[in-house]
């Protein structure tokens, strides 16, 4: 069965980095693009930009262009979303998702879900 | 951009229908029927439920219908249970290969 499998929660500093890992199985894992969206407390999701494992091309929404990395290792089925440059609020919990291209948003697998906690 | 705008609660009694709406522009969802809906209970992944304005993915029920009229696309669930509490989004791809989601509509079932 398809699963999304991600790391566990992190906490950073104020400007430090984050990691945020995302591991497949039971697919074709470059047959399908990774989407990244994340659910800040008390606040709806928000999308944030997502890669494709075949290509290696990616696309950010424009918030977080400069300050955000996503790329995948196709010999271990694992996408990764960097994050720098960390704020307050930009904690949240991450989701990866599978999803069937980079201009439909049908996100029909997701992982469990990753808490990045900001904090001093 | 702007997320795309829903009403923040909704609400029916076991038996009812209710219909959410979701609000965007011609740049979004009157641009395209690439508009889907997530049904999202806290802690919890997000599960696709409608896809492409109204197709349902498969093992969703048919008690899930959506719709979309120029700007708006609309979301009906219809025959409530308990177990249709919870939030849904909306989201639409939005050009330059990105994506939107609604503030997210918080059901109750009363």
């Known amino acids: 069965q398809v699963r999304l499998v991600q790391s566990g929660p992190d906490v950073g500093k104020p400007g430090a980095s984050v990691n945020v890992s995302c591991k497949a199985s039971g697919y074709t894992f470059s047959a399908y693009y990774i989407h990244w969206v994340r659910q800040a407390p008390g606040q709806g999701l928000e999308w944030i930009g997502w890669v494709s494992p075949n290509t290696g091309g990616t696309n950010l929404a424009q918030k977080f262009q400069g300050r955000l990395i996503m790329t995948t290792d196709t010999s271990i089925d694992t996408a990764y979303m960097e994050m720098n440059g960390l704020k307050s609020d930009d904690t949240a919990v991450y989701f990866c998702?599978?999803?069937?291209?980079?201009?439909?948003?049908?996100?029909?697998?997701w992982g469990q879900g990753t808490l990045v906690t900001i904090s001093s | 951009q702007s997320a795309l705008t829903q009403p923040p609660s909704a609400s029916g009694s076991p038996g009812q229908s209710v219909t959410i709406s979701c609000t965007g522009t011609s740049s979004d969802i009157g641009g395209s029927n690439s508009v889907s809906w997530y049904h999202h209970h806290p802690g919890k992944a997000p599960k696709l439920i409608i896809y492409?304005?109204?197709n349902r993915p498969s093992g969703v029920s048919y008690r899930f219908s959506g719709s979309k009229s120029g700007n708006t696309a609309s979301l009906t669930v219809s025959g409530l249970q308990a177990e249709d509490e919870g939030d849904y989004y909306c989201t639409s791809y939005a050009g330059g290969n990105i994506f939107l989601f609604g503030g997210g509509t918080k059901l109750t079932v009363l």
């Open positions: 998702a599978r999803g069937y291209s980079g201009y439909d948003p049908v996100f029909d697998f």
């Open positions: 492409e304005v109204f």
